[in-house]
């Protein structure tokens, strides 16, 4: 996810401290990786110096003065070209599982073992996505039932893999 176009969508709510913005970051994106403070003032400064921001006030303090940071017109147009523009579908046709099924068959170790050690850790991490989902709002719900949809997707990859290991040994060892 771009941070800068993340935060630039932040701003078009309004004007907005650079605490202000990573706490909002934090509150609606950053469950599970929360911003660095240094991440938020060091894109900032690279969307002032692009134009897509702009210094709005200056408040001082018993620390560093305070900036408050507004978004430019070439920042909403920019945000409008992001929000329109489609991911990229990544499918996944470099997989480390596979190689590591191919690596165990070609070595002669047991790529159904590999196969299970991977559905248990699928399983372990769909069971805490759906404790998460029961426990959370709207958007964790929405979080977590992304994250459950792929990872169910590999839970097919491995049974399919799993009843074609034969297939794929002796395939392998050719």
Do not use: N
């Not at 993340?6 to 706490?23: A, Q």
């Not at 070439?74 to 596979?98: K, M, N, Q």
């Amino acid at each position: 996810m771009s941070i800068g176009l993340t935060l630039l969508g932040l701003l078009e709510t309004g004007p907005r401290h650079g605490y202000d913005l990573k706490r909002a970051y934090d509150e609606h994106f950053g469950q599970d990786r929360p911003l660095h403070y240094g991440q938020v003032y060091s894109t900032l400064s690279r969307l002032l110096r692009d134009g897509l921001v702009e210094v709005d006030g200056v408040e001082a303090g018993e620390g560093p003065e305070r900036k408050r940071y507004a978004i430019t017109s070439a920042g909403v147009t920019d945000v409008r070209d992001w929000l329109v523009t489609p991911e990229r579908p990544e499918p996944y046709l470099h997989s480390t599982l596979y190689t590591k099924v191919v690596l165990a068959l070609m070595s002669g170790r047991s790529a159904a073992e590999v196969l299970d050690v991977q559905r248990s850790a699928h399983l372990e991490t769909m069971r805490a996505l759906t404790r998460r989902k029961l426990a959370g709002d709207l958007a964790d719900q929405l979080i977590c039932d992304h994250a459950l949809f792929h990872l169910e997707a590999d839970l097919r990859w491995l049974e399919l893999t799993a009843a074609r290991l034969d297939q794929l040994t002796e395939e392998v060892r050719r």
